[in-house]
C-alpha cells in the first residue's frame, strides 16, 4: 500500500484516500481473498478459539485464561443484557456476546502490528450486523405484540394529539425502519474508517517527511509521535464502538420486549 | 466477474457494499454465534451456576453451624436452669428437715421436762399425804393426851386452862 502510494505519487506526498480502503485481492483475481475477509475469517477463528479455551472447564476456581474469558462473557452478560433488556435476556446473550466479540476483534486488528487494518472500515461488514439486529428486535417485538399492534405502536404512539401524527408517524416509521439500522452500521464503520485514515496520514506522513531534506527529517518524529498516541486513542474508539453497537442493539431488543412504547 | 464490478464500484464510494464481503460476514458472524452459543456460552453460565451454588451451599452451611450452636446454647442454658432449680429444692428441703428436727427435739425437751415436773408433784404429793396422814395420828394422840390431862387436873379457871395449853406445847416442842 505505502508502496503503492509511492509509486503513483511520484516524488510528492499523495495523502491517503479512500482509495487506500479498496484492498486487491491476495490470490489473483479471486474477491473472496481480500484482506478485509481474511482478517474477518481469522476473528473468528480467534474469538473461537479463545473463548472455547477459556470456557471448557467451567471451574468453580477459574484459571487466568477461564477469568480473562469470563469477564468479557460477564460484562456482556451482565452489564449489557441483563441491565438493558431485563428478566429475558438470557435468550439474547448468545446474539449480543458474539456481536460485541466480532466487533471487537475486527477493530483490534486495526492497530494490532502486520495486520492493522480494521475490517470494520469496510461498509458490508456493519451492513450485515445491522440487518442481522434489525430482524432481530423487529421480530422480537412482532413476535412478543403481533404484527398490527406493532406497527400501531410505531405509527401512533399512544397519548399524543391526533394532528400531531402527521408530523409523528413518517419521523417513528423512519426511525425504526431507517435511522435505527443506518445509523447503527454506518456509526461504526465511520468511526473504523476515519481513525485508519488519520493514523495512515500520520504514519505515511512521517514515513515521507523522512525521505525529505533536513529540515523535514527533523520534524518527522513529531509525525510518528502522534500517530503512536493517536494508535492508543483508535483503541479506546474501537473499544467504545464494539460497545455501543452491541449497547443499541440490546436497547433496541428491551424497547421490542417493553410493553409501553 | 460481477463480483468484480460490484468492487470497483465500491472504489468510488465507500458506503457501497461488497457482495463479497457482505455473504463472509454473513457466513463468519454466523460461524461465531453458532459456536459461542453452543460451546461457550452454555460453559460459562455453567460456572456461574456452580460458583453460585458453591457460595450458597457455604452460606447454608453456616447457616446451619449457627443454628445448631443456638440449639446448643439453648440447651445448656436449660440444664443450668434446671440444675439450679434442683439445688434451690434441696436447700429448701434441708431447711424445712432441720427445722422438724428442731421442733421435734423441742416437744421432746418440753415433755420430759413436764414429765419430770409431773412426777416431782407427784412425789411431793405423796409425802404431803404422808405426812397427812401421821400428823393427823400424832394429833389424835396429842388431842387424847391433852384432854385427859385437862381433865385430870379439874380445870375451874381460865388461866390455869391457858396455862395447861402452855405447858402441853412446850411439852410438845421438846418432844420434837
Known amino acids: 500500500m505505502r508502496s503503492f502510494l509511492l509509486t503513483g505519487s511520484g516524488g510528492g506526498f499523495v495523502p491517503p484516500s479512500t482509495a487506500d480502503f479498496n484492498l486487491p485481492p491476495i490470490f489473483g483475481h479471486n474477491v473472496y481473498t481480500t484482506k478485509p475477509i481474511a482478517l474477518v475469517a481469522l476473528s473468528v477463528i480467534l474469538v473461537s478459539v479463545f473463548f472455547i479455551a477459556a470456557s471448557r472447564k467451567a471451574a468453580v476456581v477459574p484459571s487466568k485464561l477461564q477469568f480473562a474469558g469470563e469477564s468479557i462473557y460477564a460484562f456482556v452478560r451482565n452489564d449489557l443484557a441483563r441491565d438493558v433488556i431485563g428478566h429475558e435476556f438470557m435468550r439474547f446473550v448468545p446474539y449480543l456476546f458474539t456481536l460485541f466479540t466480532f466487533i471487537l476483534t475486527n477493530n483490534i486488528f486495526g492497530i494490532v502490528p502486520l495486520l492493522q487494518f480494521p475490517a470494520m472500515s469496510h461498509v458490508s461488514f456493519p451492513y450485515v450486523l445491522a440487518i442481522f439486529t434489525f430482524i432481530i428486535f423487529h421480530a422480537v417485538a412482532i413476535r412478543k405484540k403481533g404484527l398490527l399492534p406493532y406497527l400501531k405502536e410505531i405509527m401512533f404512539m399512544p397519548g399524543v394529539p391526533k394532528p400531531v401524527y402527521i408530523l409523528l408517524t413518517p419521523i417513528e416509521l423512519a426511525t425504526f425502519f431507517i435511522v435505527r439500522p443506518l445509523t447503527l452500521s454506518l456509526r461504526l464503520f465511520a468511526n473504523m474508517f476515519a481513525g485508519h485514515l488519520l493514523l495512515l496520514v500520520f504514519i505515511l506522513g512521517g514515513d515521507h517527511l523522512l525521505k525529505g531534506v533536513i529540515g523535514l527529517k527533523l520534524i518527522s518524529p513529531f509525525a510518528f509521535t502522534f500517530g503512536i498516541g493517536l494508535t492508543f486513542f483508535e483503541f479506546m474508539v474501537q473499544c467504545l464502538q464494539a460497545y455501543i453497537f452491541t449497547l443499541l442493539t440490546a436497547l433496541y431488543i428491551a424497547g421490542a420486549l417493553a410493553d409501553e412504547h | ?176
Open chain 2, 1 to 176: 466477474m460481477s463480483f468484480k464490478s460490484t468492487a470497483a464500484e465500491a472504489a468510488a464510494n465507500p458506503l457501497v457494499p461488497h457482495t463479497a464481503e457482505l455473504i463472509v460476514g454473513a457466513i463468519a458472524f454466523t460461524l461465531l454465534f453458532l459456536v459461542l452459543r453452543s460451546k461457550v456460552v452454555p460453559m460459562f453460565e455453567k460456572a456461574f451456576a456452580a460458583r453460585t451454588e458453591a457460595i450458597q451451599g457455604g452460606i447454608e452451611k453456616a447457616e446451619q453451624a449457627q443454628r445448631d450452636a443456638a440449639v446448643a446454647l439453648s440447651q445448656y442454658t436449660a440444664q443450668l436452669a434446671d440444675a439450679r432449680g434442683e439445688a434451690q429444692k434441696i436447700r429448701e428441703e434441708a431447711r424445712v428437715q432441720g427445722a422438724a428436727i428442731i421442733d421435734d427435739l423441742r416437744s421432746k425437751a418440753q415433755e420430759e421436762a413436764a414429765r419430770i415436773t409431773a412426777s416431782a408433784h407427784a412425789s411431793i404429793e405423796a409425802e404431803r399425804q404422808q405426812a397427812i396422814t401421821s400428823l393427823r395420828n400424832e394429833v389424835g394422840t396429842l388431842a387424847t393426851e391433852l384432854a385427859s390431862k385437862i381433865v385430870g387436873e379439874a380445870l375451874d379457871d381460865q388461866v390455869r386452862q391457858s396455862r395447861i395449853v402452855d405447858r402441853f406445847l412446850e411439852d410438845l416442842e421438846k418432844s420434837k
